[in-house]
């Protein structure tokens, strides 16, 4: 099932030899793949929500007097607090979205080499046709968070393996990657949104996203020029020394010339000067700690820049609610979440015009605006939804411009050895900030709804 391709020993990338138009496909490629690979992610959210909201109807129907039924307050608001609060069980869901990602992000980069990209995808299209089929048919609260949980796996597995697979490309195409995840979050809302407005039943809704996993087998397999079968630790001197092209030995030429130079800036992010980092064999215990050593100052921001925003959006977005509007409450949420996928795609399509190494600052702003978002929360002092709809595109802007940044300078700046897996590895830092931000919303969302 893996395509076969020439492999290089220590390859930095390998775009293929076939020009601009090669460019071009691999480029649209990996922006599809982006897309396919974070739809799952972005839908199931709204998808379990109503199908959940669906299975309790059901329930309190069945369990409460007809008379009842009808004096029920349209989805079980507070009626004790100041604000417009609805009940944390949705928490559980975003929980199951995140954390089987992390632990798959925590432990898959030790041994996930072994494991051809051909088989990775398949298993990624898959888990996420699987994640629709059981949200879609699910009868029972369990079934849907079972299917959430496979559209983390595919989105989690799919991250990490298609970052990794960039180093083997030319470097632009971590611009379609990026762009493609930031359209995920847009397109996956819109249309999921837009079918239910037309009155497609959430059941039909996923069932007609199936195509969206047949759209990221056809991607890798016949859309992306051929690639390695496997990652570039796992080869050794001898599988290849003569096998070289003109185009690949350009290429790696290049690449070579290219670290020399970011080392000499004093920005390579693993020394050069230990011998066993020139060895061809699989990475010792002792470099790949020392790449998770040099990653932290990349990891880190980016973990802190999506956790101050998951906060944001976990645990203070539905608070944020102006009742002197024209936008009822449930439309003032709907755009928040809107304009934040908004300002995701512009930032993470940014990468041709903005290049931005400091990625602490945004960590250092995103910090800011949770802290200013907490305090009007609680004390309620902006006077308009349209300053906090400019806040929360501001909030998107700043997070897909450090995951972009972060991923662009990790590949620019690691020597070629290391740079898969310091690829895979370094993509932990978003989804740990928003398994953290999505424990610490519960107790504060709880607090501002008793007052």
């Not at 004790?80 to 089987?100: E, F, H, R």
């Not at 069932?207 to 969206?212: D, E, G, S, Y």
Request: glycine share 8%.
């Amino acid at each position: 099932m893996e395509r076969s391709a020439s492999i290089n020993a220590d390859p930095p990338r390998q775009p293929g030899s076939h020009g601009s138009c090669g460019g071009w496909r691999n480029w649209v490629g990996f922006w599809l793949l982006g897309l396919c690979n974070n739809f799952a992610y972005v839908v199931m959210l709204s998808a379990a929500h109503d199908i959940l909201e669906k299975q309790e109807s059901k329930n309190s129907t069945t369990s409460a007097p007809p008379e009842l039924v009808g004096n029920v307050p349209s989805g079980n608001k507070s009626n004790s607090s100041g604000y417009d609060c609805s009940p944390v069980s949705t928490g559980a869901v975003l929980l199951a979205d995140i954390l089987p990602t992390l632990i798959i992000k925590l432990f898959a980069p030790f041994m996930i080499h072994v494991v051809p990209y051909g088989f990775r995808v398949l298993f990624c299209v898959a888990m996420a046709a699987t994640s629709f089929l059981l949200v879609s048919f699910s009868s029972a609260v369990w079934m849907s968070i079972v299917g959430v949980i496979f559209a983390s796996i595919s989105a989690g597995l799919g991250e990490l393996s298609f970052l990794s697979l960039s180093v083997f490309f030319d470097r632009n195409v971590l611009e379609g990657w990026g762009s493609g995840t930031g359209a995920a979050g847009v397109a996956g809302s819109l249309l999921y949104s837009g079918l239910i407005q037309a009155g497609v039943s959430p059941q039909i809704t996923l069932l007609i996203m199936l195509v969206v996993p047949l759209v990221m087998f056809a991607s890798y397999f016949y859309l992306l020029t051929p690639v390695p079968s496997l990652p570039q630790w796992r080869r050794s001197e001898t599988e290849h020394p003569a096998e070289d092209s003109p185009e690949q030995e350009r290429l790696i030429k290049e690449s070579e010339d290219e670290e020399r130079e970011t080392s000499a800036s004093g920005r390579i992010l693993f020394p050069l000067n230990v011998a066993e980092d020139r060895s061809t064999g699989p990475l010792t215990l002792k470099e790949k700690g020392r790449v998770i050593k040099g990653l932290w100052p990349f990891v880190l921001p980016l973990g802190l820049v999506y956790f101050a925003e998951y906060f944001i959006n976990q645990g203070l977005m539905e608070l944020l609610f102006f009742h002197n509007f024209f936008l009822s409450h449930a439309e003032q949420y709907r755009w928040y979440q809107t304009l934040y996928q908004v300002g995701v795609l512009v930032s993470r399509s940014s990468l041709r015009c903005f290049k931005f190494r400091r990625v602490w600052i945004f960590s250092l702003l995103q910090m800011m605006n949770l802290v200013l978002l907490l305090f009007a929360v609680r004390f309620q002092f902006l006077p308009s939804a349209w300053i906090v709809f400019a806040l929360i595109l501001y909030e998107g802007l700043l997070g897909g411009a450090a995951y972009v940044n972060t991923f662009h300078f990790i590949s620019k700046e690691t020597e070629s050895r290391y740079r898969e897996f310091a690829m895979a590895t370094a993509s932990v830092g978003d989804s740990l900030g928003i398994a953290l931000a999505g424990g610490a919303a519960f107790p504060v969302h709880d607090y501002f709804c008793s007052l």
